[in-house]
């Protein structure tokens, strides 16, 4: 009979340990499966919105409205990158030399130089000469030297160049056609809606935003853990899920 209760007991206990181990590491666990995957669902948000601050770059501030249109946009699309040569010595920075400056330089020189090639006469005499001070202004100051011939060679520049999109905004890592999906959540889509406000100044301001549910890619994990987080959002008033804006993502 003393077996028996002894046994009874170390059962007891075994199944007391097991209980408040599980009570201990089954929060932990739940936390842990969750940052994985609120990890990848912040990535393909951080991608999405990517998309959009390009798409909005070059549509007049608006964002895209659907993934169809913002996946094609992407894949199609190029991007301005600004190639860079020289820097700005202290001594042309003293003298009040400006990037901008000089490109206007720059500017009025080579449209001095491209007139005068189309007129005739003194009209085009002036501009040559006109294109001459200031292509020696621009050697005065170091940003130009002239070869034997005459070319230029530049120690200071500023091109812009166009790369293409995909390749710039995710180097490869991305594929696009999943950028619409959700994951971990067995093919749901993210939801993203678009809206247009209009100031008492008569300015106009885009927005986008697009959602994520906890429901939608927690699934398979401890149910009890689910409705705690879902019961603290309520509480707190806030979105049952990620979500990611024009501005910011709620994880921020």
């Not at 842990?32 to 951080?46: F, H, M, P, T």
């Not at 100044?201 to 994520?212: E, H, N, T, W």
């Amino acid at each position: 009979m003393k077996k028996v209760i002894n046994t009874l007991l170390i059962l007891c206990i075994a199944g007391l340990a097991y209980v408040y181990y599980g009570s201990i590491m089954g929060p932990i666990k739940f936390q842990k499966d969750k940052s994985i995957r609120d990890n990848a669902v912040i990535e393909r948000l951080v991608a999405i919105k990517d998309a959009q601050n390009e798409y909005n770059k070059q549509h007049g501030g608006e964002f895209c409205s659907d993934f169809d249109s913002l996946i094609a946009f992407v894949k199609t699309g190029e991007l301005p990158i600004v190639r860079k040569l020289g820097n700005l010595t202290d001594d042309q920075l003293e003298a009040n030399w400006t990037e901008n400056k000089i490109l206007k330089l720059y500017e009025d020189a080579n449209i001095a130089e491209e007139l005068s090639k189309t007129l005739t006469g003194s009209k085009a005499a002036q501009k040559a000469k006109l294109a001459k001070e200031l292509w020696d202004s621009a050697a005065a100051a170091g940003f130009v030297t002239y070869n034997e011939d005459g070319s230029k060679n530049f120690s200071f520049s500023r091109d812009t160049v166009w790369v293409n999109m995909y390749d710039s905004l995710y180097h490869g890592k991305l594929n696009l056609d999943s950028m619409s999906f959700i994951p971990f959540s067995n093919g749901e889509k993210f939801e993203l809606t678009t809206s247009t406000d209009t100031s008492k100044s008569g300015l106009v301001q885009y927005s986008f935003m697009v959602k994520a549910p906890f429901e939608s890619y927690l699934g398979g994990l401890d149910k009890q853990e689910i409705i705690n987080l879902l019961e603290d959002c309520d509480d707190r008033g806030r979105f049952r899920g990620l979500t990611v804006d024009n501005n910011s993502g709620n994880w921020e």
